[in-house]
C-alpha cells in the first residue's frame, strides 16, 4: 500500500497517517526526518542537503526527491509507504511518477481530507484560548495569522495537486471534519474497496 495524504494543515492528516502506519506496519516518511536522517548519515544526498540548509536556502525538489527515492528502496518500505508532506508540488508529484515507474511499483490512493477552514480557524482559535486558559505557554506559531498564511501557501502550492491526482483516478475524498475514529473508520472503507479492485 503505497499512499498520500492531502489536506491543510490543522487538517488532521499526522493524525490519521499514525494510525494507518500502526495499522499496516508500513512507515510513515516524513519529509523533515527523511532530510534529518541523510544528513545524519552522510549519504551523498544527505551531504548535498547539508550544505544547501547551511547557506540558509531551501532544500531544492531534486534533492528531495533524491532522499525520496533512497529511503523507499529500504525494506521498511516493501510492503509499502505514506507519504507525509511529500510531494507539495505538481513538479514533485511528477517526480514521485518517475520515482516510483523506475522502481516499478505505483501509487495506489491518494487521500485528500476535506476540510471547512474556517472551522479549524476556530478550532485553532479555542486551542488557543485553552492553552492560555492552563497556564501554558501558547507556540509562537501557533496564532491565526501565522495559521491563515500556512492556508495561503497551500492553495497556492499543493491544492493543484488535487486535480492532478484526479485526472489519475486516484484521489479519494474523506470528511476531515467528522471525530478521529469516523475519519479513520472511513479511510478504512476506502482501503476495503480499493483491496476488491
Same mark, same amino acid.
Given at each position: ?10 487538517? @488532521?492528516? /499526522? ?6 502506519? %500502526?495499522? !499496516? ?6 519529509? /523533515? ?33 533524491? +532522499?525520496?527515492?533512497?529511503? +523507499? ?16 508540488? &505538481? &513538479? ?9 515507474? /523506475?522502481?516499478? #511499483? ?11 477552514? %474556517? ?15 492552563? /497556564? ?10 501565522? !495559521?491563515?498564511? #500556512?492556508? @495561503? ?15 489519475? @483516478? ?18 478504512? @472503507?476506502? !482501503? ?6
Amino acid at each position: 500500500m503505497i499512499l498520500i495524504f492531502l489536506g491543510p494543515p490543522g487538517a @488532521g492528516k /499526522g493524525t490519521q497517517a499514525k494510525l494507518i502506519s %500502526e495499522k !499496516f506496519d508500513i512507515p510513515q516518511l516524513s519529509t /523533515g526526518d527523511m532530510l534529518r536522517s541523510a544528513v545524519a548519515a552522510q549519504t551523498e544526498i544527505g551531504k548535498k542537503a547539508k550544505a544547501v540548509m547551511d547557506a540558509g536556502n531551501l532544500v531544492s525538489d531534486e534533492i528531495v526527491a533524491g +532522499i525520496v527515492s533512497d529511503r +523507499i528502496e529500504e525494506d521498511d518500505c516493501k510492503p509499502g509507504f505514506l507519504l507525509d508532506g511529500f510531494p507539495r508540488t &505538481v &513538479v514533485q508529484a511528477e517526480m514521485l511518477d518517475k520515482i516510483l515507474a /523506475g522502481k516499478g #511499483r505505483q501509487l495506489d490512493v491518494v487521500l485528500e481530507l476535506k476540510v471547512d477552514e %474556517e472551522a479549524l480557524v476556530e478550532r485553532l482559535n479555542t486551542r488557543i484560548e485553552e492553552t492560555k486558559a492552563a /497556564g501554558l505557554e501558547v507556540r509562537a506559531d501557533d496564532n491565526e495569522e501565522t !495559521f491563515r498564511h #500556512r492556508l @495561503g501557501v497551500y492553495h497556492e502550492q499543493t491544492a493543484p495537486l488535487i486535480p492532478y491526482y484526479q485526472d489519475k @483516478g486516484l484521489l479519494k475524498e474523506v470528511n476531515g471534519m467528522a471525530s478521529i475514529d469516523a475519519v479513520s473508520a472511513e479511510i478504512d @472503507g476506502i !482501503f476495503k474497496e480499493l483491496e476488491k479492485a
